[in-house]
């Protein structure tokens, strides 16, 4: 149980392009995703939260406008990075919680590393 | 401020030697405490969580352990297998109402040796 994916789990784009990443709970529905970038040999640094529904709340410093969320349905949730710069190469990652569970577990998906030439 | 803090930033071990890794954390208001592991190249795994101190849990080689100020995990007779970055993290209550939201503590890299 508490299976989440990501698609693709890698991307190459060029420089000014936008990209699309998926993130799904497989075997539970989730009201709260959460998109976080890692940058190597550190921690997870949380972008922003998404609520099936409403709009998404970001972290003090991430660009709204560059980095899109959306949250269509209780399983999946999106991240677009609009005009894609080789600075926002990085490896993301979601994450979401079941709501039918009390306790605030997280529960990650794979990654999605992208590279912007 | 709140923040989270883990020790050591990496750690050497024998298979077989036990150790502990420490997750230090100040906070206003603990809603919960979470341990993950994290391979390279891949998503946290979720490992545990804990709630109040005195807390224990444990899952076949770890177990994992919380005080008022800290958590430690604990790697009894670890194999190569193990190896991996232990990741803490902290849910609090001022910040997450219903979202959830976790601080990470910038992880402790272990290597078991064979």
């Known amino acids: 149980g508490a299976v989440v994916s990501q698609h693709p789990s890698w991307v190459i784009c060029k420089s000014g392009t936008s990209v699309k990443i998926e993130c799904r709970s497989l075997?539970?529905?989730?009201?709260?995703m959460f998109w976080y970038r890692q940058f190597p040999k550190q921690s997870l640094m949380l972008m922003a939260t998404s609520n099936e529904g409403s709009k998404a709340t970001y972290e003090q410093g991430v660009e709204k406008d560059k980095f899109l969320i959306n949250h269509a349905s209780l399983t999946l949730s999106t991240l677009t990075v609009t005009s894609a710069h080789p600075e926002d190469s990085s490896f993301y990652i979601c994450s979401a919680r079941d709501r039918e569970v009390s306790g605030g577990e997280q529960y990650f998906g794979p990654g999605t590393r992208l590279l912007v030439l | 401020e709140d923040q989270v803090t883990q020790s050591p930033e990496a750690l050497r071990l024998q298979e077989g030697e036990s150790s502990s890794l420490n997750c230090s954390y100040t906070?206003?208001?603990?809603?919960?405490l979470f341990w993950y592991r994290q391979d390279p190249g891949k998503g946290p795994e979720f490992l545990f969580t804990?709630?109040?101190a005195g807390e224990e849990k444990e899952k076949e080689r770890l177990k994992a352990t919380l005080t008022k100020k800290e958590s430690f995990l604990h790697i009894t007779a670890p194999k190569p297998e193990d190896s991996a970055t232990y990741l803490c993290?902290?849910?609090?209550?001022?910040?997450?109402?219903?979202?959830?939201?976790?601080?990470f503590g910038q992880g402790t890299t272990l290597q078991v040796k064979p």
């Open positions: 993290a902290v849910q609090v209550d001022r910040w997450s109402g219903n979202t959830g939201k976790l601080i």
């Open positions: 906070v206003s208001g603990l809603r919960g």
């Open positions: 804990l709630y109040s």
């Open positions: 075997d539970f529905q989730a009201t709260t």
